[in-house]
């Protein structure tokens, strides 16, 4: 069984910048949606960004113009650059990768937190 593995999370300052790179474990047919949620304590899960057919992304609009998802083919990678982070971005950042068709897959990885506080 596949696993989608994420990186890059960890404690910074507000106004500082963290990036989180997500991976899969093994060999993967390419995926037709690569997404970031996050969810802070007591809160519901939420989309942070998405990239959909590796080239048309959306952004909730809380994040809009500080963070970017972009995907890396030759690595088969997806990250999400944070830039001036703020407390409430603080939460457990969780990537998913989505395909349709034949094989069709829905994989999340076990998420990396991320806390932002001076």
């Known amino acids: 069984q596949v696993q989608l593995v994420e990186s890059g999370g960890g404690l910074m300052q507000p106004g500082g910048s963290l990036r989180l790179s997500c991976a899969p474990s093994g060999r993967i047919f390419s995926a037709h949606v690569m997404a970031w949620y996050r969810q802070a304590p007591g809160k519901q899960r939420e989309l942070v960004a998405v990239?959909?057919?590796?080239?048309?992304?959306n952004y909730a609009d809380s994040v809009k113009g500080r963070f970017t998802i972009s995907r890396d083919n030759a690595k088969n990678t997806v990250d999400l650059q944070m830039n001036s982070l703020k407390p409430e971005d603080t939460a457990v950042y969780y990537c998913n990768w989505r395909r349709h068709g034949i094989p069709n897959y829905d994989y999340w990885g076990q998420g990396t937190q991320v806390t932002v506080s001076s």
């Open positions: 990239i959909i057919s590796g080239s048309s992304t």
